[in-house]
């Protein structure tokens, strides 16, 4: 298998002009104004502005309400399973709050992503079974885990579950609290969207708003509907500066944006699992669930996300030394860690527009992560394969898989197979603008249609032949140029720093140590 390694001009976000023109669809004509205005052409003003009352109503919300009411009246017991990412961790705290608040006997489990994978299992099940749990209660799983419940039930446990994964045939259960049962309005809601508005009907808690936003955010669901008044208000009350102090601790900002959050504090929730067995994900819960700022745990979640950092980079630069000339990158690796493999796959996606797939090895089995770049439906084209796999799930960009050596073989055939142009990326739409362009009025204008994310991504800017006045690197890492006018490009890799461009792409934000200074965010660098 021949081995490329990247030309200088095509070096992790490196471009010329002609791979320019062939990554992206420039919007050049117009005022600023204008060639916004194109861009986001397709975006329904209504689904911007559009706001409801955020109360959950319906059959299934009726059934919920009845059996907390059961569970109060009878001093039921209740384990409380929860996921092991943002959302999960988040919608655990949110809910275990509200428990607490009903003064409900309640203990909360979240399985080990490496030793026992997502969600109720049976053993977990069997846990609930020897500790005389009344009640089992599933977060951010349970819609596909019908042996798990059908035991539970064998047993005269009840299950209730919110969730908000596809599903195909409903497990039985004492109420489902799923999007699809919701109405339009909350058709995108995370789990832990939902269990925040669950928490409404019996109080009101801005603390767990904060959560709420953390979670809709990190899930990456679209920001529409109920989850644009989920962001909207957790972001206004962590930045109030008297609630969520602990949240705040995690990121030294002075006034969170939805990047800082996304960029800054999402990550270090995230990398808690990734970096497990090294460290349980259940021992943070209170941290979260309490709301009380605590030096000990942060200096821990530190720790742990410095060590996130390092061992990712080391992934992505041994998967960078093995990607082939294939248009699917497959790399699997005894020496990766599992929790991991999703951060390289969407690096080493990004970065060679290709389909990606990255496992880590160990007992025969190869677990990890697959995704690709916007246009490639990634879960459609495995799924005529999944009958080889051990676990598949997912979406058209992302996915988790688990697969034998026989699984790892048919993958194998499909990455040798596939043809260039079917795993083409389309072009990606950039607003041309020029450094006169770069004012705190246009970004007004940007903020209009805050807040981004799944279905609304900010936009990128294409700067063609920045005045350079001088340039450096921060930490002799960060690229930083400033240009003619004061304002800025800021890059996070060191491959972006070049002695010449003739252009750069990247997203327009105010600095964070200057309110009066334009920053570009870089993206890629234009030779």
Sequence with gaps: MPILKKEATNLSSLLNHSE??????????????????????????????????????????DRFK??????????????????????????????????????????????????????????IVQTAIDYHFDYIITLDNGIKAKAAIAKAYENGIEVIIIDHHQFEELPKAKAIIHPAFLGPYFDDLCT???????????????????????????????????????????????NRGDIALNIRALSNVKRYSYDDVVFKIVPKINALSRLDPLCNVNSFIPYFRDGKEDIVTLEKIDIINTLRK?????????????VSDKPFILISSDHYLEGLCGLVASRLADEYKRPTLILAKKDGLYKGSGRSPKGFDLYGNLAPLAAHFKAFGGHRQAIGITVDEDGLKKLEEYATQIKSAETKRPK???????????????????????????????????????????????????????LANNQELFGFEKSQFVESLSGAIGTLDVSDFCKTKITMSLKEIVL
């Design 310 to 322: 390092d061992k990712s980079l080391a992934m992505v630069n041994d998967a960078r030394n093995r």
């Design 192 to 238: 832990g969207g939902l269990v925040y508005l669950l928490s409404l009907i019996y109080y009101d808690d801005p603390y767990s708003s904060v959560l709420a936003m953390l979670a809709t955010l990190a899930d990456v669901v679209r920001v529409f509907g109920a989850n644009r008044s989920l962001i909207k208000d957790g972001l206004k009350i962590l």
């Design 428 to 482: 990606e739409q950039v607003i041309k603008i020029t450094q006169a362009d770069m004012t705190l009025e246009n970004i007004d204008l940007l903020k209009l249609y805050e807040p981004y994310g799944e279905g609304l991504r900010k936009p990128l800017f294409y700067l063609e032949d920045p005045k350079i006045k001088s340039r450096y690197l921060i930490k002799g890492l960060y690229p930083k140029y400033v």
């Design 20 to 61: 320019l023109l062939a990554q992206y669809e420039i919007i050049s004509d117009g005022s600023f104004k204008e060639r916004l205005d194109t861009y986001f052409k397709d975006i329904a003003v209504s689904d911007l502005f559009k706001e409801e009352e955020l109360r959950l109503s319906g059959d299934e919300v």
């Design 66 to 123: 009845e059996a907390i009411n059961t569970i109060i009246l009878k001093g039921s017991r209740v384990l409380v399973v929860g996921d092991y990412d943002c959302d999960g961790i988040m919608a655990t705290s949110i809910f275990m709050r509200l428990l607490a608040h009903l003064k409900i006997n309640a203990n909360y489990y979240i399985p080990s992503r490496t030793k026992e994978g997502y969600g109720l299992n049976e053993t």
